[in-house]
């Protein structure tokens, strides 16, 4: 297993933008799909975007035209650009392998604990 680690979040105006940014090691970066993720208080878990090896991506409806997941492999990085930000849009946000993903949803589906296939994550706060 790998761990990321996520950076970037903070306390931006509705309307505003941030940067999030992911540090992924090259040898998963150029062979598996990274995704952010992002839990608010009292919800569950959701995928807001996703960027494979070669480069394809997709994106939850609810950020569509709003955000961008992109990757620089020189920098061993994959990014999450968010712009015109919602109170909504506040929650922790973490990176993580479609690996990792699927292995914390079998644990929480089998009664065992998800959260150890998950990071730290990135605190984004929406307010005026």
């Known amino acids: 297993q790998v761990h990321l680690v996520e950076s970037g979040g903070g306390l931006v105006q509705p309307g505003g933008s941030l940067r999030l940014s992911c540090a992924v090691p090259?040898?998963?970066?150029?062979?598996?799909?990274v995704g952010w993720y992002r839990r608010a208080p009292g919800k569950q878990r959701e995928m807001v975007a996703l960027i494979s090896a070669d480069g394809s991506s997709n994106y939850a409806d609810f950020v569509k035209g709003r955000f961008t997941i992109s990757r620089d492999n020189a920098r061993n990085t994959v990014y999450l650009q968010m712009n015109s930000l919602r109170s909504e849009d506040t929650a922790v946000y973490c990176c993580?392998?479609?690996?990792?993903?699927?292995?914390?949803?079998?644990?929480?589906?089998?009664?065992?604990?998800?959260?150890?296939?998950w990071g730290q994550g990135t605190q984004v706060t929406v307010s005026s």
């Open positions: 090259g040898s998963i970066l150029s062979a598996d799909t």
């Open positions: 993580n392998t479609d690996e990792r993903v699927r292995d914390a949803i079998n644990a929480a589906l089998t009664g065992g604990n998800g959260e150890i296939f």
